[in-house]
């Protein structure tokens, strides 16, 4: 992805555009993406495998099966967890043009992108990853993917369902990712009135299903509790 417009669109930008452009070309998270081989779909992905660096590898603990990816489109931070749990093979780039797929006016035969998604993934890894967002979000391996509202009364119920497979059958997740974000209005008492109630929100589906630590003997006994991010 390249940031640089021919200096003829350069010149019919407005002042905001040429500014947000100038910004990305600064940013180290886009020079990053861009000079990665891992075709990241969105630059917060180096956000979140700094973190996971930063914190000790929680993404890559073996007790880790059951994953939520809230506000995940277009689904950067939902590849990473694919990585560490063994659904994606890092050094195999995505599907850029199955994603693009998706779009009207665009034609795939249904051969050609069942052979390319089906040697995007190597082998099959562990657990459930499961994403929520409002907008579509094209394919990845291991992911189940939800499009609805996260602040609908539907959604807990949504998300547990997907999460209670036979290898986590409580339905309760290991870590739990937002990187939600009200669309901005403009009305400052009224974004941060927004933001907050996603906050609200996330913090109490954590509450109800986000797996705490475990100190009772036996095979299910977990030293640590769930991860909130």
Known sequence: MSF???PVLHKKLSSASRSWLSRQSRDPYVRQRNSSPTAYRSRSAFKLLE????WGSFLSKKDVRAVV???AAPGGWSQVVAEKLGWIDPSTPDLDDFEYGHQPGYSMSDEMTIDRLSSWSSKPGRGVIVSVDLLPMAPIPGVQTIQMDFLSPEAE??????LAIPENPSGMADIILSDMAANFSGYKLRDVESSLNICHSVFEFAKGNLRVRDTSQGATKRHRGGALL
């Open 4 to 6: 640089r417009p021919s």
């Open 157 to 162: 119920g949504a998300v547990k369902a997907a």
């Open 51 to 54: 973190l996971d660096a930063a």
């Open 69 to 71: 990816d809230l506000g």
